[in-house]
């Protein structure tokens, strides 16, 4: 991947939120961009239209620089890259590299499942947030992924070279038992921060299980808070 000089005519993201977000970048307002593409399978993904396709037309850079154009008038001063599974793209570093270049901080999400793709990124990544599944035993009952050593490496990666970073971890409550919540914990022992964030029901959702599932209570947030803090640096809830 030569990041610096894109060798196609297309970028990395395919979609855009056309209004600012000021959740999806801590402490920034931020243009949130999608990908297309998934390897894992997560039953309760909030993004079910993003798993496939990913191969798909994606927006130009004459299309993004317009973008960015429009996205400084309304006082936007990050980019978060989203998906899908961001890392799948071949045009992911040269696309981070545009934003960096037009003046955005930029945020990656990832799974975690691309370290090679993660580390090679990293140089134009202000902050990584890293979705944490469950045990490592159990990524391949609960998101079908089963190169977990991949994981391992990935989590070591972010905690030893990213600028900033934040692991995070939606509860579902029927799946996430007190011992799941410390295998977490202790798969990023030493982080900087751990974020507990509510699994939230949805019709579209991948599982048909999944769609009726009550959302997770703020007491069980709390309790997970109060499990995994003793393992990093800062637990929280959002």
């Known amino acids: 991947m030569n990041s610096s000089c894109p060798d196609t005519d297309y970028s990395a993201v395919y979609a855009r939120r056309t209004q600012p977000t000021l959740v999806d970048y801590?402490?920034?307002?931020?243009a949130l961009f999608f990908t297309r593409g998934c390897n894992f399978r997560c039953g309760y993904c909030h993004n079910p239209d993003l798993l496939e396709n990913c191969g798909g037309i994606t927006y130009t850079w004459e299309q993004l620089e317009a973008f960015c154009h429009d996205?400084?008038?309304n006082w936007v001063e990050a980019v978060t890259i989203t998906g899908g599974e961001p890392t799948l793209q071949p045009q992911l570093g040269a696309t981070m590299r545009f934003f960096r270049d037009h003046g955005f901080?930029?945020?990656l999400d990832s799974n975690g499942s691309r370290p090679e793709v993660l580390e090679e990124v990293l140089p134009w990544t202000d902050y990584v947030a890293m979705d944490i599944k469950c045990s490592l035993e159990k990524y391949p009952e609960f998101v079908g992924f089963r190169q977990t050593?991949?994981?391992t490496r990935s989590i070591e990666i972010i905690k030893t070279k990213a600028r900033d970073y934040e692991f995070r971890l939606t509860l579902v409550e029927d799946f996430h038992c007190e011992q799941e919540i410390l295998a977490c914990a202790k798969l990023v022992a030493g982080a900087k921060l751990l974020i507990f964030q509510p699994f939230l029901?949805?019709?579209n959702l991948p599982?048909?299980?999944y769609r009726t599932l009550p959302r997770t209570r703020p007491s069980a947030l709390a309790d997970a808070v109060r499990l995994a803090a003793p393992f990093v640096q800062q637990c929280i809830a959002r």
Request: net charge positive; glycine share 4%; no cysteine.
């Open 26 to 30: 801590p402490g920034k307002m931020a």
């Open 71 to 73: 996205f400084r008038r």
């Open 105 to 107: 901080a930029v945020k």
């Open 149 to 151: 050593d991949n994981i």
């Open 201 to 203: 029901p949805h019709e």
């Open 207 to 209: 599982e048909e299980r």
